[in-house]
T-cell receptor
Framework: QKEVEQDPGPLSVPEGAIVSLNCTYS??????FMWYRQYSRKGPELLMY????GNKEDGRFTAQVDKSSKYISLFIRDSQPSDSATYLC????????????FGPGTSLSVIP | NAGVTQTPKFQVLKTGQSMTLQCAQD?????MYWYRQDPGMGLRLIYY???????DKGEVPNGYNVSRLNKREFSLRLESAAPSQTSVYFC?????????FGPGTRLTVT
């Protein structure tokens, strides 16, 4: 079993839809949970990070962490064509020097 | 505030040639990382450095060496390039829960 699992998609939605992206993980020591957006031929861009369980909202993006289920989600409201990208979840134990474990990424297309 | 910078952006090497990829960060982070990204393989960790003067192997270190020159700079060296090292290379730096990436170096080995 991989440490972090993520449905690779591709996921295609109409403009304005609510998008739900999800990851599951196996290491209960993970404390920090990150979501990255990566456009084609660009570096991953940190969208949001969350410490421990709970929700965090930033504009149209909401990150949720359920540590009891080892499950994290990213919701995108009112999706736009500019949201078309690959979304990677990532997590770490939270020390300043530890490794970050990435999911394989979900490819999202928002159709106008 | 430039974040994480990488040079060069593109490079073509012949098999057996050597080169060094440069990375620098201006966020005063202790930890720095080198990844490669290949289609269908996701991001794979090559080497990382927890602090100045320390380096550790990641998932795919063979064929690479690294140097943590100072707190800001972390370089990746290919001593004898092979076609299997054709990839996009990303440098990153990290503090606690936040890791930031550079724009990448697209390397082709023929």
């Amino acid at each position: 079993q991989k440490e972090v699992e993520q449905d690779p998609g591709p996921l295609s939605v109409p403009e304005g839809a609510i998008v739900s992206l999800n990851c599951t993980y196996s290491n209960s020591a993970f404390q920090y949970f990150m979501w990255y957006r990566q456009y084609s031929r660009k570096g991953p861009e940190l969208l949001m990070y969350t410490y421990s369980s709970g929700n965090k909202e930033d504009g149209r993006f909401t990150a949720q962490v359920d540590k009891s289920s080892k499950y994290i989600s990213l919701f995108i409201r009112d999706s736009q064509p500019s949201d078309s990208a690959t979304y990677l979840c990532a997590m770490s134990e939270g020390t300043s020097y530890d490794k970050v474990i990435f999911g394989p990424g979900t490819s999202l297309s928002v159709i106008p | 505030n430039a974040g994480v910078t990488q040079t060069p952006k593109f490079q073509v090497l012949k098999t057996g040639q050597s080169m060094t990829l440069q990375c620098a960060q201006d966020m005063n982070h202790n930890s720095m990382y080198w990844y490669r990204q290949d289609p269908g393989m996701g991001l794979r960790l090559i080497y990382y450095s927890a602090s100045e003067g320390t380096t550790d192997k990641g998932e795919v270190p063979n064929g690479y060496n690294v140097s943590r020159l100072n707190k800001r700079e972390f370089s990746l060296r290919l001593e004898s390039a092979a076609p299997s090292q054709t990839s996009v290379y990303f440098c990153a730096s990290k503090t606690a829960g936040e890791q930031y990436f550079g724009p990448g170096t697209r390397l082709t080995v023929t």
